[in-house]
């Protein structure tokens, strides 16, 4: 088992963290993602997965979002498409809560 996970982890990295999430590892499946962003910091494909899983799990994305958003590194094309998903969970939170 360990040499599949070692080979998972380094050959689909995202592949392996939903299956271990799915598993019902949250920690375990944050700590992949976490090594995941460090190794492609400014990957909006990385940042949507971490924020599709905190959000699966429940956790408020608030200030994930705004982190994201106020990223200098990030291009103009990705603060676009992060600040309309921010937008739309911020809708769809507010609306969930005044309903």
Same mark, same amino acid.
């Given at each position: ?6 080979? #998972?982890? $380094? &050959?689909?990295?995202?592949?392996? *963290?939903?299956? /271990? ?8 499946? &944050?700590?992949?993602?976490? %090594? ?6 400014? +990957?909006? #494909? $990385?940042?949507?997965?971490? *924020? +599709? ?7 408020? &994305? ?13 291009? /103009?094309?990705? /603060? ?6 921010? /937008?739309?969970?911020?809708?769809? $939170?507010? +609306?969930?809560?005044? %309903?």
């Amino acid at each position: 088992m360990i040499a599949i996970q070692s080979s #998972c982890t $380094v &050959l689909y990295p995202i592949i392996w *963290l939903m299956f /271990v999430f799915h598993s019902g590892n949250f920690d375990d499946a &944050l700590a992949i993602m976490e %090594s995941i962003e460090q190794h492609t910091p400014d +990957n909006m #494909c $990385v940042m949507n997965h971490k *924020l +599709n899983l905190l959000r699966r799990h429940g956790d408020d &994305l608030e200030d994930i979002y705004k982190q994201y958003i106020s990223n200098d590194k990030l291009s /103009v094309e990705s /603060v676009q498409l992060l600040t309309s998903k921010y /937008v739309r969970y911020i809708h769809k $939170v507010r +609306n969930t809560a005044t %309903s």
